[in-house]
């Protein structure tokens, strides 16, 4: 199983970004266009305007390979769900789902809080989620917001309001459970909750500062856009970050 992955594209009014994701994707496709999915956690919008996903879509174009996506917190769900009508609407009103590949349960969660930076599941996504880990074949989870402390005060300070919750059921199912994965921190991330491996990717929008000192943001406009590759075969799981060069 092979999976093409992107965070964070902060698609908006300046192109800047629309340039990173092109390189990105036309990168990606060119060097792994035998990929099973592309996914994309999040913040595909900067601002959550129609605008924003009209970008999307003419970037995208006519793009070869499957796409998964979960809103962040810069997303808005009805505009996604206007502008990309084959995005996918739980029965909770949010962009949840699971497939299964490759031996694996991809399960796919909504972080998104309207009106916060921060995130939340939701006690009907929680419950969910417990049923999809209950099913016997490992899963790879997808989401925005990290699903614990990164120990970086920017990022914890807008992560899962209901992180507690959400280890309480990794304490339960963590052994379902054979990777997490995450954007928002913009940063490369690696490290585990409860026993589960859990890997943060850095963005294709600017990267932020590793700032273990206070709650700023500092931005990194010079480093350059990445994405990653997942790769999985039996138990065996890797992720390359890879920077697009010619």
């Given amino acids: 199983m092979k999976l093409i992955w992107f965070t ?10 629309h340039d990173r994701f092109r390189r990105c994707l036309d990168h990606a496709l060119a060097a792994h ?20 996903y009209a970008a999307y879509r003419r970037l995208m174009g006519d793009c070869p390979r499957p796409v998964r ?5 810069h997303d808005n769900r009805e505009a996604m769900w206007c502008a990309l009508p084959d995005t996918p609407r739980s029965g909770g ?7 299964e590949l490759g031996g694996y349960g991809l399960i796919f969660l909504d972080t998104l809080w309207p009106g916060s930076d ?42 899962l309001a209901d992180q507690a919750e959400f280890t309480g059921l990794l304490a339960r199912h963590g052994k379902a459970v054979a990777g997490i994965f995450f954007g928002h921190c913009h940063r490369p991330i690696a490290g585990s909750l409860m026993g589960v491996p859990m890997m943060g990717l850095p963005a294709v929008a600017p990267q932020m ?38």
């Fill in 8 to 17: 964070d594209l902060h698609l908006g009014a300046d192109d800047a970004n």
């Fill in 33 to 52: 266009g035998d990929a099973d999915r592309i996914v994309i956690t999040g913040d595909i919008a900067q601002d959550g305007t129609e605008a924003d």
């Fill in 69 to 73: 996506l979960v809103p962040g917190n």
């Fill in 93 to 99: 009103g949010r962009i949840s789902y699971a497939e």
């Fill in 118 to 159: 921060a995130g939340d599941l939701g006690t009907e996504q929680l419950h969910w989620l417990e049923g999809e880990l209950a099913e016997d074949r490992p899963a790879l989870i997808f989401m925005h917001h990290q699903p614990g402390p990164v120990f970086l005060p920017s990022a914890d300070g807008i992560g």
């Fill in 209 to 246: 500062r590793a700032n273990f000192a206070t709650t700023d943001f500092i931005p990194e406009p010079e480093a350059p856009p990445q994405y990653g590759v997942i790769l999985a075969a039996g138990g065996h799981i890797v992720c390359h970050t890879i920077e697009p060069r010619a």
